[in-house]
């Protein structure tokens, strides 16, 4: 596998999204020097490392992984140059604690349903900011997952932290 720094367009891609949940002013803050993309046979992830990290990745080739996964891009079939960034669950779990926009505070019981892969009904949801892909948090402000919000009485599941245990990722 290949591994690179980001190009323009990607950083580009990236920052438009995170832009959606931590805002503009906080989007400065964020060190995208940290982020590197790693290439294998049309797929491109985008990872999360310190410095250090990425510093010792000068002396390798092929590299399985290294560091936290953030995302991931896909290319748009027949436009090159078109790529869009899509955020993983620990991409999320990153920036978490800037986020102030895009996101539904869940009550217990909507946290218990979220994290075994249930949606959530508007009952259990305590506070609504914003719609679409949403990071949903328990009354705690702890990140439980991404939801999907279009405005009616659900959100729905779309990536919980339970994942990993219900499917041993």
């Known amino acids: 596998m290949k591994h690179r720094p980001l190009n323009s367009g990607e950083i580009k891609s990236v920052k438009n999204i995170l832009t959606n949940y931590i805002g503009k002013n906080n989007i400065e803050n964020f060190k995208f020097e940290n982020l590197y993309v790693l290439e294998d046979k049309g797929k491109y992830d985008v ?16 590299i399985y ?8 891009f896909e290319v748009k ?3 090159k140059n078109k790529i869009k960034f899509s955020i993983s669950l620990e991409g999320m779990s990153l920036i978490s604690s ?4 895009n996101y539904v505070v869940v009550n217990k019981k909507g946290e218990t349903l979220f994290l075994y892969g249930r949606d959530v009904f508007k009952s259990s949801i305590l506070e ?7 990071a949903v948090f328990n009354k705690n402000k702890e990140l439980l997952g991404i939801g999907s919000y279009g405005g009616g009485d659900i959100i729905k599941n779309i990536i919980d932290k339970g994942w990993y245990l219900r499917k041993g990722g």
């Open 47 to 62: 990872i999360y490392a310190n410095k250090e990290v990425l510093e010792n990745l000068k002396n390798f080739r092929n």
């Open 128 to 134: 609504i900011n914003g719609g679409g892909k949403v």
């Open 65 to 72: 992984g290294a560091g936290i996964s953030f995302g991931s």
């Open 98 to 101: 800037d986020i102030i926009k």
């Open 77 to 79: 079939s027949g436009q």
